[in-house]
Nanobody, 125 residues
Framework: QVQLVESGGGLVQAGGSLRLSCAVS????????MSWYRQAPGKQRDLVAS???????NYADAAKGRFTISRDNAKKTKYLQMNNLKSQDTAVYFC???????????????????WGQGTQVTVSS
């Protein structure tokens, strides 16, 4: 089993900052690409940023220059630093991790995307 625990969401004024965290635990053989998605009310779920195992990052246009994704492989945790937040950033943010998980012997079994439960970010104008 694999568990993802997100934290760091909340209410912030426009122009403020928040840092989201996502800690991964369980039978993990390898953490592959780690991503953040968000879904605003009435809208589709969109990619915000992603980071590969090697550290290559990718950002949605709306996040470029304001958001920074990072990961700490030793802690099995990833982060999303969000600066200069705008009202249009209000959404539920989801942690997504592509994981090679293992069985009880530590043998890699398969690769699967895991989603966190989501954390609410609300930016007031």
């Amino acid at each position: 089993q694999v568990q993802l625990v997100e934290s760091g969401g909340g209410l912030v004024q426009a122009g403020g900052s928040l840092r989201l965290s996502c800690a991964v635990s369980g039978r993990i053989f390898n953490l592959n690409t780690m991503s953040w998605y968000r879904q605003a009310p009435g809208k589709q779920r969109d990619l915000v940023a992603s980071i590969t195992e090697g550290g290559t990052t990718n950002y949605a246009d709306a996040a470029k220059g304001r958001f920074t994704i990072s990961r700490d492989n030793a802690k099995k945790t990833k982060y999303l630093q969000m600066n200069n937040l705008k009202s249009q950033d209000t959404a539920v943010y989801f942690c997504v991790v592509d994981i090679t998980y293992s069985d009880f012997t530590g043998t890699p079994v398969a690769v699967k995307d895991y989603w966190g439960q989501g954390t609410q970010v609300t930016v007031s104008s």
